[in-house]
């Protein structure tokens, strides 16, 4: 007997089998679908059978256990079910472990009121769907917002705040700033800041010092508060455990059942008897998944923070085999916040400027070098593959979009605001990724040339751990010609040719005599590089969020391409669709929304089969 069968969707509009087509007919084909080698074959396959047998069971199963993951555990148990929590990683945290943990939470949370700030869930929820907002690019952070979804968002976001900080989260004692911020709104300021306290950090390997543990801001101090409080509630955590499916009833109608997942080589089914959370993480070094939203991102752009975690889009592959729509793509493409990002880190595979990995990081093989972080962008050029410079050195990225006093004078929804904004087209991501002509995607990799006076200047150590020369990072020559010669990447698609690199240091010495720069713009170019031994360190621009995913609605049910709750699925954080905000505070929002109403339903038992 079949019990609390769900509401039978409407099937009669768009079928699995229609949507594989369309993906098909769409020129994705299958290496679009199963994404890069890590994402899990069964999941991409849409495989997702039934079990004769489950060899775990709880409530609710939480694929993730980052910054949706956790929150989601606490609250579902809170509120009376049973967790699993399956990871892929050998310890939690996902991406939220290496953050700067600053957390973007308002909307009138107690802190708020504590330091005299004024905000409201109305005000949060006005900045965050204010259609006139725009960057100085003419891209509006906030314009294809889904609404139902930052209403959502707006009412628990204070609270959240308050949850936090009552399950060990503790916060550097000031106002609420600015620091960290992207589309957080015009109206408050709304960063909250997570100390670190005694935890070692994950790319470090130690803990801060003593004196700034509680002055400064990490994820750390985010996420093992959070996986205490879901560990002393009792929530199952199986580390080493990759999703490889989600099992629906019917392949695309009625219920979730559960989750297979691989560990050490077994596949093991794990039921959920009222829901599965899917928390992965989102889609960003997944490079064919990535490419639906923008297909100049091809493979040569590293993900940062993969050294610790993999963002492989399986969870929004398992989803959307079983029927799961995508939702606001357009919040990925927007020119705006951190999508993507110049490398401030030169040297090394990740280059992400608020990322230093260290030797004594658990991880550091796999990040391969600390990187040499660019004080001044004066001290180097940046070419392509070509050996050509391609912009000004010193230009930044897109802005970090729209936050506390960006628009003076602000008035809401007026068109206005656009008018105060100074016009800037100039963007050096988009010059990056243009590529030198050829008839291929991507730009191929960015070279930060330099000669050793520069390192002198900027005191640099260029040799490893500092920089990475055996994955071919960094390269060295005691002429511009063979430093040219030298560099032998796999994503450099064609060898730098050595006249043309020396031809552009020539041009660009004297332009440092004529003290400015024709091609580019370069302010002043203040220095001449001519001191060997010359060097070449990968400079590519680095991704970042995912902000596009999968369809949710306000209580972050995941929802099918006829637009019907997929029944038993919730999906929240960067896996999700629907919100242009960075970071951790819509990830630990949604997952608290997820995981109270998960436990709501009911227990499904399924006697078929
Ligand atoms: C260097 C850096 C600095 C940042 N700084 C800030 C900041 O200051 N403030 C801020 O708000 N945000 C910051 N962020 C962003 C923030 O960390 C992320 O937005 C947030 O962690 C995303 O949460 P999530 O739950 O969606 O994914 P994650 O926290 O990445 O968690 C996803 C989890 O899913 C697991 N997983 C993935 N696939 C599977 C699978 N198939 N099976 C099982 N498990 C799987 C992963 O191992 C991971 O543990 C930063 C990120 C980085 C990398």
Same mark, same amino acid.
């Given at each position: 007997m079949k019990t609390n069968k769900p509401t039978q969707p409407n099937q009669n509009k768009f079928s699995r089998r229609d949507f594989v087509r369309t993906a098909a007919a769409a020129g994705l084909g299958a290496t679009a679908l199963t994404g890069m080698e890590s994402a899990p074959a069964?999941?991409?396959q849409g495989v997702s059978q039934v079990p004769k047998h489950w060899d775990r069971e709880a409530d609710v199963v939480i694929i993730g256990a980052g910054a949706t993951g956790l929150p989601a555990a606490i609250e579902a148990i809170e509120n009376g079910a049973s967790v699993i929590i399956v990871d892929a990683n050998t310890d939690v945290g996902g991406h939220a472990i290496v953050s700067g943990g600053n957390?973007?939470?308002?909307?009138?949370?107690?802190?708020?009121?504590? /330091?005299g700030v004024k905000d409201s869930p109305d005000l949060l929820f006005s900045d965050l769907t204010d259609w006139s907002v725009v960057e100085p690019n003419g891209f509006p952070d906030y314009r294809y917002n889904d609404k139902e979804i930052i209403r959502a968002f707006a009412d628990n976001s204070g609270a959240t705040c308050d949850w936090l900080v009552a399950h060990g989260v503790v916060f550097v004692d000031k106002t609420p700033d600015n620091a960290g911020a992207h589309a957080t709104g015009n109206s408050a300021p709304r960063e909250n800041?997570? $100390?670190?306290?005694?935890?070692?950090?994950?790319?470090?390997?130690?803990?801060?010092?003593?004196?700034? *543990?509680?002055?400064?801001?990490?994820?750390i101090g985010f996420v093992r508060p959070m996986e205490a409080a879901?560990?002393?509630?009792?929530?199952?955590?199986?580390?080493?455990?990759?999703?490889?499916?989600?099992?629906?009833?019917?392949?695309?109608?009625?219920?979730v059942l559960g989750i297979t997942a691989t560990n050490n080589g077994k596949t093991l089914s794990i039921r959920a008897k009222k829901a599965v959370i899917i928390s992965?993480? #989102?889609?960003?070094?997944?490079?064919n998944f990535r490419r639906i939203f923008d297909p100049r991102l091809t493979e040569?752009?590293?993900?940062?923070? +993969?050294?610790?975690?993999?963002?492989?889009?399986?969870?929004?592959?398992?989803?959307?085999?079983?029927?799961?729509?995508?939702?606001? $793509? /357009?919040? *990925?493409?927007?020119?705006?916040? +951190?999508?993507?990002?110049?490398?401030?880190?030169?040297?090394?595979?990740?280059g992400y400027v608020n990322l230093g990995w260290m030797p004594a990081s658990p991880v550091f093989s796999r990040a391969g070098a600390t990187g040499l972080r660019v004080a001044d962008w004066q001290n180097v050029i940046l070419v392509n593959q070509a050996g050509l410079r391609f912009f000004d050195e010193t230009k930044g990225q897109y802005p970090t979009a729209n936050n506390y006093g960006a628009i003076k004078p602000y008035v809401a929804g007026s068109y206005l605001n656009a008018a105060n904004i100074k016009y800037d087209p100039a963007n050096f991501l988009n010059a990056a990724l243009a590529g030198t002509g050829e008839a291929t995607n991507?730009?191929?990799?960015?070279?930060?040339?330099?000669?050793?006076?520069?390192?002198?200047?900027?005191?640099?150590?260029?040799? &490893?751990?500092?920089?990475?020369?055996?994955?071919?990072?960094?390269?060295?020559?005691?002429?511009?010609? +063979?430093l040219a010669q030298n560099i032998v990447n796999k994503y450099q698609r064609k &060898?730098? &040719?050595?006249?043309?690199?020396?031809?552009?240091?020539?041009? /660009?010495?004297?332009?440092?005599?004529? #003290?400015?720069?024709?091609?580019?713009?370069?302010?002043?170019?203040? /220095?001449?590089?001519?001191?060997? &031994?010359?060097?070449?360190?990968?400079?590519?621009?680095?991704?970042?969020?995912?902000?596009?995913?999968?369809?949710?609605?306000?209580?972050?049910?995941?929802?099918?391409?006829?637009?019907?709750?997929?029944?038993?699925?919730?999906?929240?954080?960067?896996?999700?669709?629907?919100?242009?905000?960075?970071?951790?505070?819509r990830c630990a929002v949604q997952g608290r929304i997820a995981g109270r109403e998960a436990a709501k339903l009911a227990p499904y038992a399924l006697t078929k089969g």
């Open positions: 069964e999941a991409a957390i973007a939470l308002g909307g009138g949370s107690a802190r708020q009121q504590k /330091y800041h997570a $100390a670190p306290m005694q935890w070692p950090q994950m790319q470090t390997g130690v803990p801060i010092a003593p004196n700034k *543990q509680a002055t400064t801001s990490a994820g879901a560990r002393k509630l009792g929530a199952q955590i199986l580390l080493q455990h990759r999703m490889t499916s989600i099992v629906r009833e019917n392949q695309n109608s009625w219920r992965t993480g #989102g889609h960003s070094s997944n490079v040569e752009y590293q993900t940062m923070g +993969e050294a610790y975690s993999t963002r492989d889009a399986s969870g929004e592959i398992a989803g959307m085999a079983i029927g799961a729509s995508l939702w606001g $793509a /357009y919040n *990925q493409t927007g020119e705006f916040g +951190e999508a993507l990002s110049k490398a401030g880190r030169i040297g090394s595979r990740e991507g730009g191929g990799p960015i070279w930060a040339i330099f000669d050793a006076d520069a390192a002198k200047r900027e005191g640099w150590n260029t040799t &490893p751990p500092d920089v990475d020369t055996s994955n071919g990072f960094f390269f060295s020559g005691n002429s511009i010609e +063979e &060898p730098m &040719p050595p006249a043309a690199l020396q031809d552009t240091v020539t041009k /660009y010495n004297s332009y440092v005599d004529a #003290g400015n720069d024709p091609d580019f713009g370069k302010p002043a170019p203040k /220095y001449k590089i001519q001191a060997p &031994p010359f060097h070449a360190a990968w400079s590519t621009p680095v991704v970042h969020d995912s902000r596009a995913g999968l369809r949710i609605n306000g209580k972050c049910e995941v929802i099918d391409l006829n637009g019907n709750a997929i029944p038993g699925l919730y999906c929240g954080g960067e896996s999700a669709g629907g919100f242009s905000i960075h970071g951790i505070a």
